[in-house]
């Protein structure tokens, strides 16, 4: 059983690695963007039970954003913004007795075009970025801090292609 639980972490910890893309690139993608609509998958129902919420962690992202100066959109908004920019945050747990492993990934996904066909517009992830972890059963709340932290990380990776304008005429 303990073997098991540790390859599903290993498998969760490599996915989440290969999907880490905050680079100098992948931050440009980020320059201009009006504001972000977000996006939180639900947790599993046994998370949930344990106190993992989806409203809490929707809450807890928004209001981040909004204290570092980035417009969270509505649904409204994000559909006429240009590449309707979605900061998706995607928890995933596992329970093993009295404890949980735990993925956290925020991607931002927006609209792209093929370069060498501009007529194909798609939906696709061009900033993403992950952790893995451990928590007891009781502290599942602790998931949230993680949440929180990789939210950080996006907010500094937008702030560094977006500076804030010191006469405040920007957020």
């Not at 989806?54 to 417009?71: F, P």
């Not at 893995?132 to 599942?140: E, L, N, Y």
Request: include cysteine; charge should be positive.
């Amino acid at each position: 059983m303990k073997k098991a639980l540790m390859l599903i972490v290993a498998l969760q910890f490599c996915s989440v690695v290969m999907a880490q893309n905050d680079s100098k690139s992948s931050r440009q993608s980020l320059k201009d963007l009006t504001g972000v609509y977000v996006l939180v998958d639900n947790p599993r129902p046994d998370a949930e039970q344990d106190g993992l919420s989806s409203s809490q962690i929707q809450t807890d992202v928004e209001q981040r954003l909004r204290m570092a100066g980035i417009k969270v959109l509505t649904m409204e908004e994000m559909l006429k913004a240009p590449g309707m920019p979605t900061l998706y945050v995607d928890v995933k747990t596992l329970k093993k007795q009295e404890s949980y492993s735990y993925s956290v990934q925020v991607i931002l996904q927006q609209n792209v075009r093929l370069e060498r066909d501009p007529t194909n517009l798609f939906i696709a992830p061009t900033w993403r970025i992950g952790a893995v972890g451990f928590v007891g059963a009781t502290k599942i709340n602790q998931i949230g801090d993680g949440v929180r932290d990789e939210v950080d990380r996006f907010i500094n990776a937008y702030l560094s292609v977006n500076p804030k304008d010191p006469q405040n005429k920007n957020p």
